[in-house]
């Protein structure tokens, strides 16, 4: 599948995506969960409110401009 891009809004249910650094995620709703889907990725923003997740699994999340406010949870045994 394509990687996502551009600003991508989780508003419920779960995301199993394949990022593109250019990609801006907002998990803007409790219960809203973004997977990394077995895949190493790199955003440019992550923007969460609180009672969302990201899943990392045993992957890595790099935020190349780490901006945002991420209020949610990071499960697994990835780094971020």
Do not use: E, H, R, W
């Not at 599948?1 to 250019?22: R, Y």
């Not at 923003?45 to 991420?70: D, E, R």
């Amino acid at each position: 599948s394509s990687p996502i891009s551009g600003t991508v809004t989780i508003s419920g249910g779960t995301l199993q995506g394949n990022a593109s650094p250019t990609a801006s995620l907002n998990l803007s709703n409790s219960g809203a969960v973004y997977d990394l889907n077995g895949s190493d990725q790199t955003i440019t923003s992550l923007a969460g409110v609180s009672g969302t997740t990201v899943n990392l699994g045993a992957n890595t999340l790099t935020i190349n401009n780490a901006s945002g406010s991420f209020l949610g949870n990071v499960v697994g045994t990835g780094d971020i």
